[in-house]
């Protein structure tokens, strides 16, 4: 019925099966918009937040999508700057993905401020001093030159790029797309720090404060470092899942090899400085301040827990398979380490945002607790499902994966539609 | 620390030991700055209170237990103030003239980054559009601006109390104000008199005198962020629960190594 938007000598599922998927996607996305408009129309009092929590849920997934999503910035720099020509074949999945997390955490920040209708004042007003001004700078244009790079993918649709201007258009955009990637580089690099600079630099609040290098926290050279272990993880990760769910094979392996084997090393090195910044700021930070590290794990359920689970056992086994050659090669392995890397990376956000405002200051101070609404939980799944569409409508119509052809050749099912 | 100077510096000393917890402060506050109250005002996260008053206690049993209070308006922090060097948008600032932190609630665009910067609690957002019950909306004051809901508010030290006093000052030919002639509304409201208001910065204002003393202390002093509000004490267990030691530290030493 739609094959001839197919991507040339692709096969894809049939339409029933597609857009029973793709209703699901809109239902659950639905959902998430019924909550967004509950929270515009009454107020941020639909949210579990209070002003304990100034941040809840959204900030937490803002984080960790943003995280997962350097997997764009720098599977760019490593393609388009460094020459790695291998990953030409996984470039175009760690776009969308980068393109759907950013533009998903734009849109849910614009629900987490209290006047939505001001947002261009961090623009406008911008206060040169608050690293949140530089997360908004950074963000917004980073967005701009995503879309620029999902554009020309778009354009190369079968059907559209019949039309000359489009053809030309996508095929211009791809000559200078390294100079896109580099910009690119050069703003998520800054923002990925200045999102860890914004709890660094929480002088006031000692369980997030760091010091640092001139102006920067160490949070914010963490953050960058973190990002980008985890990042190219979720990359593998989609594209594994895609491969698992459409039974094709769609990436080269040396590509995943590549950024797998990458990933691993900066998530091992990563740790080291992290495990560094701890000890620092347990036994040096914290006692000028008359704390201990013992007295920050103290509270309801965030105990110790915590730093073993997000440093131990989602951050240095899934270095160990990573680091490791062989353990990389055996897909089970790969996907059980990208898995846990991307869930580190998410407690460490989480840490950052919740348990940072968690920890009462002042000794006479309560701790109080806080579990999201069922708003706050629909426009995160909806952000999820926001996510699946994008990619799941990008995979049927757009060539995502440009070995898919050479890949499949000898399997038989991807000349059903050649011509 | 190196404290943003300037020429008047707004401060203000609390005796605890005089404070009796009746709430006045409290209240007066509400009604001065238009403080709106909801019918359910159980969740103390969300309620909006600019002077709050914590009641704190030793933590031992009875016959050890003690009880005290512990009034907490603004910092008005003058170092690197926290809250003012987080903000996206540039609606909060420290006042040249007296070293207030003021709030531009139409400038704020309640991304609550402040809230999250802020240690005392200071700092409340409003998670509800402000609805006045019916005949109170009389009682509002027309010096100081009802806020909308989805901006952060906070302590102002009755800034508008400032404004007028300075303009009756000005009507005088005078540059500099009188003490006392222009105080926060809970100074004015305590009956044991706890809180004294005025120049910090003025060696003949009582708040002068009283912040040099040298039990004067101030809440959470070692995280550098130079608070304008001063507490005072005899109790050892109280002083020692405005901020954080370890098990081995003793708090006048740690005092002490500062200055």
Known sequence: ?419 | MNETQFRLKYGMVIDLDKCVGCGACMVACQSENNLYVRLDESDKLRSTTWMRLYRINNGEKFPEAKFSFFPRPCMQCGHHTPCVSVCPATATTVDEEGGIVSQIYTRCIGCRYCVAACPYHVRYFNWWDPVFPEGMEKSLSPDVSPRMRGVVEKCTFCHHRLMKAKQKAAMEKRRDLKENEYITACTQACPTGAITFGDLNNPEHQVAKLAARPDAFRLLERLGTEPKVYYLTKHDWIRKLADNYLPEEDFRNVKKQKH
């Open chain 1, 1 to 419: 019925m739609d094959s001839a938007l197919f991507p040339a000598g692709a096969d894809r599922c049939s339409p029933g099966k597609f857009y029973g998927w793709i209703v699901f996607c809109l239902m659950v996305l639905g959902w998430g918009v019924l909550g967004a408009l509950v929270c515009i129309v009454l107020a941020l009092n639909q949210t579990a937040m209070n002003d304990y929590f100034a941040f809840g849920l959204w900030i937490v997934f803002d984080l960790a999508v943003i995280a997962l999503g350097a997997g764009a910035f720098f599977t760019g720099f490593l393609t388009y700057i460094l020459r790695k020509e291998e990953l030409r074949s996984i470039i175009n999945t760690s776009v969308i993905i980068g393109f759907i997390c950013y533009s998903g955490a734009v849109g849910m920040l614009g629900f987490d401020i209290g006047q939505p209708l001001r947002g261009w004042f961090g623009f406008w007003h911008a206060n040169v001093h608050s690293m949140l001004t530089e997360v908004m700078f950074c963000i917004t244009c980073y967005l701009g030159v995503l879309t620029i790079e999902y554009l020309p993918l778009i354009l190369e649709n079968r059907k559209l790029n019949q039309v000359p201007e489009f053809h030309f258009m996508a095929h211009n955009m791809h000559q200078i797309m390294a100079l896109f990637a580099g910009t690119g580089t050069f703003l998520s690099f800054f923002h990925q720090g200045s999102l860890g600079g914004m709890y660094g630099v929480l002088f006031a609040r000692p369980f997030a404060f760091r010091e640092g290098f001139f102006i920067w926290p160490w949070t914010f050279f963490l953050f960058i470092w973190s990002a980008i272990a985890s990042g190219p993880c979720l990359t593998i990760l989609v594209a594994m899942i895609t491969e698992k769910v459409s039974g094709k094979k769609l990436v080269k392996q040396e590509a995943i090899s590549l950024l797998a084997k990458i990933s691993g090393w900066l998530l091992a090195t990563y740790l080291v400085a992290k495990i560094a910044d701890t000890l620092y700021w347990g036994y040096v930070m914290a006692p000028a301040k008359g704390l201990t590290l013992a007295s920050f794990y103290r509270e309801g359920p965030y105990g110790m827990w915590l730093l073993f689970a997000e440093i131990g056992i989602f951050g240095i086994i899934p270095a160990l398979i990573l680091t490791n050659r062989e353990a990389r090669e055996n897909r089970t392995l790969l996907a059980i380490a990208a898995v846990m890397n991307c869930t580190g990376i998410c407690i460490n956000r989480f840490v950052f945002t919740v348990v940072s405002l968690a920890i009462p200051v002042m000794p006479f101070e309560k701790f109080a607790s806080y579990f999201p609404t069922w708003q706050e939980w629909s426009i995160s799944f909806g952000m999820l499902a926001y996510g699946c569409l994008i990619f799941s409508l990008s995979y049927r119509y757009l060539p995502v994966f440009p070995h898919e052809h050479e890949l499949n050749a000898g399997s038989g099912h991807a000349h059903a539609h050649a011509h």
